[in-house]
């Protein structure tokens, strides 16, 4: 197979992948720069909505906001606590997220210094919850998840046919020039090729991680095929007849001295008897906004299950950890995050760019072929 046929195969390959989920990446890639601050926002919301809370000297500890919690909710039993965010600032609330038996999700505010309840609302049914859906799923359940994975899966080989296609190859000024005063084919074919070439490395991440996120029960056991990870097995507790589980404050302190140098940031309860509590934590090194470090305890005894040391992880687990910040552009910063809104723009500008020229292309076949029935 010669050179030319293999470039043909190649540059239809990359047109009509690009025709069958532009769309969806047009929608994926907008909403994915609405999300970029997502945190920020929902802070923001959160304030405007429920009040500036206001600091005091001493918070109250997260067992006294789970009983407050539990409390509350104590007539709902199709409501379960899975997990509390302690307060990431000293004017944050703490925020407590119960599921229900319909798999919605609610959140409820707490005041960490008066343990008054702030506020409450449906998780889904916020902009953000709604921004969240349209971007893994485009509001289509299941099916959605599958579509848009799939559509992420394409994008990165949309990612390596473009690259492969690049004119800078044969000589670099050519691949980032833009004649702006030419022919609105041409224009548009500079335009998509520098576009392209300049977010090909965070098109690929962002739609590899996205892929891989959404057929995550596929592709976790791969991953860690690949990079020689055993996984870790799933970790028990042993429920003791007539005891309670184990005390939350006395929980936290054996999870801070397992893992001294981190912060608390989360805390996931046991969904079973059988489960372990979770606790998630924040190594000064980390960049993860909530820490990939975790200790895992025996809800019933207290006892250490296993310690997850984000900085000290198989390469398999590091390499799972690395997709939020490289799906998220959370790795340089204030500075990635920014560069991401542009990342998450560029599938409309080569999908706009792409259709002008396949129209231009079209139109000129179709010219010429009128004119050869004339003849």
Not at 87 to 114: A, C, H, K, W
Not at 271 to 288: C, T, V
Request: one cysteine or more; aromatic letters at 12%; a positive charge.
């Amino acid at each position: 197979m010669n050179r030319k046929k293999i470039h043909d195969i190649v540059f239809y390959l990359h047109k009509y992948i690009g025709f069958i989920v532009g769309l969806v990446l047009v929608i994926v890639g907008l909403t994915g720069s609405l999300l970029v601050f997502e945190q920020d926002f929902d802070r923001f919301m959160i304030t405007q909505q429920y009040g500036q809370i206001t600091p005091q000297q001493v918070q109250l500890s997260p067992e006294s906001v789970l009983n407050t919690i539990e409390a509350k909710y104590a007539a709902r039993s199709d409501l379960h606590l899975f997990r509390i965010y302690l307060p990431d600032t000293s004017s944050s609330p703490y925020v407590g997220q119960l599921s229900s038996t319909d798999e919605q999700r609610i959140e409820v505010f707490v005041n960490p210094y008066t343990g008054k309840i702030i506020g409450e609302r449906a998780l889904d049914n916020t902009l953000i919850g709604i921004l969240l859906k349209l971007h893994y799923s485009l509001m289509a359940g299941e099916t959605g998840t599958i579509f848009v994975g799939i559509a992420a899966f394409l994008m990165c080989i949309l990612t390596i046919t473009g690259l492969v296609l690049w004119p800078g190859w044969r000589k670099l000024i050519t691949g980032f020039k833009i004649k702006f005063d030419a022919h609105p084919k041409r224009v548009s074919f500079d335009i998509h090729k520098v576009a392209g070439i300049v977010s090909v490395v965070f098109l690929f991440f962002t739609g590899f991680t996205g892929f891989c996120w959404n057929f995550y029960d596929l592709t976790e056991p791969i991953i860690y095929a690949v990079t020689f990870t055993p996984k870790q097995s799933e970790l028990v507790s042993k429920p003791i007849p007539g005891k309670s589980a184990f005390g939350l404050t006395e929980q936290l302190k054996i999870a801070d001295a397992a893992l001294p140098d981190a912060v608390t940031k989360s805390i996931y309860f046991p969904g079973k008897p059988e489960d372990a509590l979770q606790i998630r934590m924040k190594l000064p090194q980390e960049n993860s906004d909530y820490g990939d470090s975790n200790v895992y305890l025996d809800q019933y005894s207290g006892e250490v299950l296993r310690v997850d040391n984000a900085l000290k992880m198989p390469l398999g687990d590091r390499v799972l950890n690395s997709f939020t910040p490289l799906h998220y552009g959370t790795f340089l910063g204030l500075t990635s995050r920014i560069l991401y809104i542009f990342v998450g723009l560029t599938p409309l500008i080569l999908f706009v760019t792409g259709f002008v020229m396949w129209k231009h292309r079209y139109r000129t076949k179709s010219t010429t072929g009128f004119i050869k029935v004339l003849k």
